[in-house]
Structures are given as C-alpha cells and as structure tokens.
C-alpha cells in the first residue's frame, strides 16, 4: 500500500511511464484509489496509507522501454529502483584446492528444493566456481517439481542408483534415465523431475557453484517441437546411455566410456565412467597423472582404490567418496579393485 493524493499523477507515473496496468479503481466519479499489477507485484495506491516512504524494486528484461537500470521518485515519494531482469551470468575465479569427501561423513546431507536430500561434494566450492551434489530422493512416485531453468555455465546430472523420469525442452516425449546414464542440462534448457524410483541417487555437478533456478509456469512440456540439436547458450543437450555406450581402453590401464560433452560444450567440458581394462591386465601398471584445467573431479562409484600423492600419506577410497585435485599436482590411483568405478568430470574436456 503506498500513501497516494494526488491519483492523475501517481497513475501518469506507474501506467504511462513504468507500465503497471489498472486491475481497479474507484470512486468513479472522484477516483482516489487504484490497484496496480505489474513486474510480479501489486499496488495499491491510497489517500489513507500510512505516510511512511516505499522503496519498489522493478526486475525488467527490457530496460530500454523503462530508460534503462536507475533509481525514480513517484509523485507520491516512493522510491522506485530499475533493475536488469536477466543480468550477465558471474562466475567467479577458480581458486583450486585439493578436497577429499568421504560417504561415511553422514553430517554433510540437508534438505533442498522438492523434498530431496543433498551431500555437498565440494565444500570450499573451488572459489565460488563450482558445486557438487549427491542427490537422493528417498520415496518411490511422482515428484513434486515443476517446469524450471536454471542460469549456469555448466551442469551434468549422472544417474547413480535407481531410476528417473525426466522431460526437457524441446527433446521429446519424458523419458527414464537409469543407473549408469547421465544428462548435460545446457543453460537455461526448461526441464522437469517427473517421477522416481525409491532411493533414488544421482551426481549433480554445476558452474558457477551459486546460481539461479527459476519457474517457467507458461512453458507446457514436452513441447511440440523435437530438436535435439537446438543450441542452449552455446551447447546441445545430451542424454548419455549406459546401454548404447562404447568402452575405449587408454594406456593407463583403464577403459573409459565418455559421455560426449566435449562436442557437445565446444570443449569445454567432458566426463565419464572409468573401469579396469577388462582385456588387459587384472592389476596394469600405475601410471602417475596430472592435469592443467580448471576442475578435475573424481568420484568412486563402486568398489575401492588409493590415492597416492606425492609427499602425502595414502588415502584409501570406497564407494561415495570423492576429490578434487588441483592443476599441476601428480598423483596416482593405486590398489585398484577388479570392481572399480570411477566418474571423472573434466573442465576443459581433457580425454
């Protein structure tokens, strides 16, 4: 409610200027009060508000109709602040430490949005530049989302355990994402968590670690259009199969079957499942490794490894653990277990 005597002028400033629209107004023979509707808020303009001064905060995607970002004063003393709707995504400088997470911490899960439970991957965030999530939905059903965006440079979800039914934009009809399958969600991609199986887990890796998700209540998904190769803010998105994947050995003594971001980013990121090369060696030799990106993540998805690293003591590695290791530093997976799995996330695509 905003203190209001003077009705032609406030309504010549609100309508005329900013774009509100009159949802009433009365008397109307001697109008003195009127509600407003715009920019996600209501006014209401009146003689007998309490005098006190208003500040409204006006989020627009087109600045230019409204003169462009600043601060107005209404008629009536209000305080109106213009600002960009849609502004440049941030993404902090990397700052990059080594981070071991182990499963057995059960202090690190909270409840986040739709009722779903989250283990933090990367505490320190890597300065801001990156999160990771273990992501579980406890209760087999429906789950109550909604169609949504989120504003990022970079997201993957790896189905871990369990089952998914998910839709997206512009990609078809819902479809199930099981254990072992992974998606990149390209920016602003609209996308919806239909349904899961029990215990359902999944690994959500995003750039910048603090970004935006919002509610799209006007788009209906699916869509009517199918184009799997439209391009979201410079990617494609990509829905990786367990099923239909190819295993290639490198010198290393794994195998690996990548999920094919790289042509997908432009580079700019890659990921996947490592195992023991199962027509190799049962134990290869180790090979030291090292990398120069901006993030290198590995999470152990089954069986047990060590970490060695030079001038450290040996950390032992099961199932849900999981590390970041800094540009430039060596190390080496050792005492692997013939049932090793390995997700690995690369920014830049470095495979």
Request: charged share 25%; hydrophobic share 40%.
């Amino acid at each position: 409610m905003v203190a209001c005597h003077d009705i032609n002028a406030a309504l010549a400033f609100y309508v005329d200027r900013l774009g509100f629209r009159v949802d009433s107004i009365f008397p109307a023979e001697a109008p003195e009060v009127a509600v407003l509707r715009g920019y996600g808020m209501r006014l209401r303009l009146d003689p007998n508000a309490p005098p006190s001064p208003a500040t409204i905060r006006i989020a627009s995607t087109d600045l230019d109709a409204l003169g462009g970002p600043g601060r107005l004063v209404a008629p009536d003393g209000t305080t109106v602040d213009i600002v960009d709707g849609d502004p440049p995504l941030v993404v902090p400088a990397v700052h990059q430490t080594f981070m071991l997470e182990r499963a057995s911490d059960a202090a690190g899960w909270s409840l986040g949005r739709a009722g779903m439970r989250y283990r933090d991957l990367i505490p320190d965030r890597q300065g801001g530049r990156f999160v990771g999530s273990h992501i579980v939905i406890p209760t087999a059903g429906p789950v109550p989302d909604y169609v949504h965006f989120h504003k990022i440079r970079f997201q993957m979800i790896y189905c871990y355990r369990g089952w998914v039914r998910l839709v997206y934009e512009d990609q078809g009809e819902p479809f199930v994402m099981r254990a072992g399958d992974c998606v990149l969600q390209p920016p602003r991609i609209r996308h919806r968590v239909l349904e899961s199986s029990a215990a359902l887990e999944v690994i959500e890796l995003g750039c910048p670690a603090l970004h935006e998700t919002w509610a799209d209540p006007d788009m209906s998904l699916p869509t009517d259009v199918i184009s799997p190769e439209r391009d979201f803010g410079g990617q494609r998105f990509v829905h990786h199969r367990l099923d239909h994947a190819r295993w290639t050995a490198s010198a290393d003594g794994f195998e690996r079957r990548r999920f094919g971001f790289t042509e997908a980013t432009d580079g700019l990121a890659e990921a996947a499942v490592l195992r023991l090369d199962r027509h190799g060696d049962a134990q290869p030799a180790v090979a030291e490794r090292t990398h120069h990106g901006e993030l290198l993540f590995v999470f152990v998805l089954e069986g047990a490894v060590t970490l060695r690293r030079a001038g450290e003591t040996d950390q032992a590695l099961h199932s849900g653990d999981c590390f970041t290791m800094p540009a430039g530093e060596t190390f080496a997976l050792v005492d692997r277990s013939a049932d090793l799995e390995l997700l690995e996330v690369a920014l830049p695509a470095s495979w």
